[in-house]
């Protein structure tokens, strides 16, 4: 079981960037598809973005060219670059294990972090 902690959210202007951090613990880190997962107030949690354990990604339509997703198998850490925020970005961020194929988590989640875009 991979344990998850998010970091690196915050309110930021629209137009900016931020970046999210998720640390992973466990040996098996690297053998995982990664994703990240937001929920909107109010909104049911839905997929962002995901990296499978050989580097290949894939993007909610909204995001792409905006958000970059990595991971650094050394660190056991995935991260998400995520430049020309807008308001509708706002969302409580999540990252997970994931199903590459259909893209679902699989794992428990964490605590989340905040991204709040002003406008």
């Known amino acids: 079981q991979v344990q998850l902690v998010e970091s690196g959210g915050g309110l930021v202007q629209a137009g900016g960037s931020l970046r999210l951090s998720c640390a992973a613990s466990?040996?098996?880190?690297?053998?995982?598809?990664m994703g990240w997962f937001r929920q909107a107030p109010g909104k049911e949690r839905q997929f962002v973005a995901t990296i499978s354990w050989g580097g290949s990604t894939y993007y909610t339509d909204s995001v792409k060219g905006r958000f970059t997703i990595s991971r650094d198998n050394a660190k056991n850490t995935v991260y998400l670059q995520m430049n020309s925020l807008k308001p509708e970005d706002t969302a409580v961020y999540y990252c997970?294990?994931?199903?590459?194929?259909?893209?679902?988590?699989?794992?428990?989640w964490g605590q989340g972090t905040q991204v709040t875009v002003s406008s």
């Open positions: 997970n294990t994931v199903d590459f194929n259909n893209r679902r988590a699989i794992g428990s």
């Open positions: 466990g040996r098996t880190f690297s053998r995982y598809a």
